[in-house]
């Protein structure tokens, strides 16, 4: 590999990392591209026949009750503080689960990190966090994805 | 008629009307009962808000100013909570200094106002009761103000 390229590739790398190391514990920053999915991703799993991840969002009880993810669970700061450790107590660790809030603009956003670093301690490694750039409103329900109670 | 006429008449057929704003009855934290339509004849900001979002505690000193500003030519600030209960809400008052009613939403509401699904939103009803604006996110403030200014100059309906 000539001298360029691997400069550009480290400066690449320093760019994603760069945020995440500057970002303060418990922000949404802290989630790596590797760990997030796009509403489109998602949407797409929703849809085809493969087995659906367990979708858990944990951000307003409010905005949970006005619309969510079908199938999605509220684990939010509302529930109980050992509501999610028992939900997934009996769960294989290898299980699928993604994380959505939706509340406010990624960066923003108080709940998503605290939920996933939550699971990580608890030994979950196929963890996704739904990334939502501006809310749920927006990046979800207008873009037609689907969602409960229907609109 | 001629047919730049036409060509205008045709257009403003075109642009939507202002729809109603959705009635609704609140009580205050404060115990002031709050109907909507009795505010008729004002300017209304309904901000939709809660206590852990950044953007809505960053906007609503504005409010607070703007509410003592133009209060007296006829705005009034209504601040509707999205928070789970009202116990972070009613902690929140001594650092903000309300002084406009704050009101408990719920999905009801969210769902009537068309779906408040992030926050803050924000919307402003003419003095005819009707829906002028939908603001969704951390807003421009000044343009915010220019257009309160500008529906605060509009007249009362008889």
């Given at each position: 590999m000539t001298l360029r390229p691997a400069l550009l590739a480290l400066a690449f790398l320093l760019s994603v990392a760069a945020p995440a190391a500057h970002a303060?514990?418990?922000?949404?920053?802290?989630?790596?591209p590797a760990v997030q999915i796009e509403p489109l991703d998602l949407n797409t799993i929703l849809h085809g026949s493969a087995a659906k991840p367990l979708i858990l969002q944990v951000g307003s009880k409010v905005l949970f009750a006005e619309s969510h993810i079908p199938g999605a669970e509220f684990f939010g700061p509302a529930a109980p503080s050992d509501a999610l450790a028992q939900r997934v107590a009996k769960l294989p660790r290898t299980t699928a689960i993604v994380l959505y809030c939706g509340c406010c603009p990624w960066e923003r956003c108080p709940n998503i990190a605290p939920a996933f670093q939550k699971l990580q301690a608890l030994g979950f490694t196929n963890v996704k966090v739904l990334h939502i750039a501006q809310n749920f409103g927006q990046d979800w329900a207008q873009k037609g994805y689907p969602v409960e109670p229907a609109h | 008629m001629p047919h730049l006429s036409r060509s205008l008449l045709f257009f403003l057929l075109l642009i939507p009307a202002p729809k109603p704003a959705p009635d609704f009855s609140r009580t205050a934290l404060d115990g002031t009962p709050i109907r909507l339509s009795a505010l008729r004849g004002q300017v209304i900001l309904l901000n939709f808000w809660a206590t852990w979002c950044g953007p809505c505690q960053e906007e609503m000193p504005r409010f607070v100013q703007w509410q003592q500003a133009y209060g007296s030519q006829g705005l009034r600030v209504l601040g509707v909570s999205m928070d789970d209960d009202a116990t972070p809400v009613r902690a929140l008052a001594p650092k903000m200094h309300w002084n406009y009613p704050i009101l408990m939403g719920d999905a009801r509401l969210g769902r009537l106002y068309g779906?408040?699904?992030?926050?803050p939103v924000t919307y402003l009803i003419d003095r005819r009761g009707r829906i002028r604006a939908r603001l969704e996110g951390a807003t421009d403030l000044p343009a915010l103000e220019a257009r309160i200014r500008a529906l605060l100059a509009e007249p009362a309906p008889k």
């Open positions: 303060q514990s418990g922000s949404a920053l802290t989630l790596t | 779906g408040v699904l992030g926050l």
